[in-house]
């Protein structure tokens, strides 16, 4: 009895501390986000102010519509039996709520975009969003490089 009770402890630790390691390692990939498109924007402090909010909701509104979708879209992928076991009319429907959640990402950027303009430029959203890519890819170059040296 004592076995399982430690046995379920380690586990239960172990995945608090995973999961920390995650929270911890997203929170510096945001701040390092921040801090490169303050830099590429060139943000003064009252712009920021403005800008900061709207884009982390922005951000997070995304990351719930992605989050969600997906999930619906595995659940009721993985009730039909899996992706081998679906008919073509099946597939055609997850074909089709993908392309329903990309239509949602859509809007909410329309949105985004709406309301980001009273605040930046065009020509500083246009830098916004080659900055996020450039961001990304950086961060993968990084990812790799770390990846090929272990």
């Known amino acids: 009895m004592k076995k399982y009770i430690l046995i379920i402890l380690v586990l239960v630790l172990s995945t608090v501390t995973i999961n920390a390691q995650k929270r911890k390692n997203k929170e510096k990939i945001k701040a390092l986000k921040v801090a490169f498109l303050t830099q590429e924007l060139n943000l003064d402090t009252k712009t920021a102010q403005k800008f900061w909010p709207l884009y982390n909701e922005h951000e997070n509104n995304l990351d719930v519509l992605r989050r969600k979708g997906m999930l619906d879209i595995k659940n009721k992928l993985k ?55 450039e961001f990304a890819r950086k961060l993968m170059r990084k990812y790799r490089k770390q990846s090929n040296n272990k």
Do not use: C, M, P, W
């Open 79 to 133: 009730n039909a039996g899996g992706l081998e076991a679906l008919t073509e009319e099946e597939s055609k429907f997850f074909v089709q709520s993908k392309i329903k959640l990309d239509k949602k990402e859509l809007v909410e950027k329309e949105k985004f975009l709406e309301k980001i303009s009273k605040v930046l430029s065009y020509k500083q959203i246009l830098k916004l969003q080659l900055s996020q890519r």
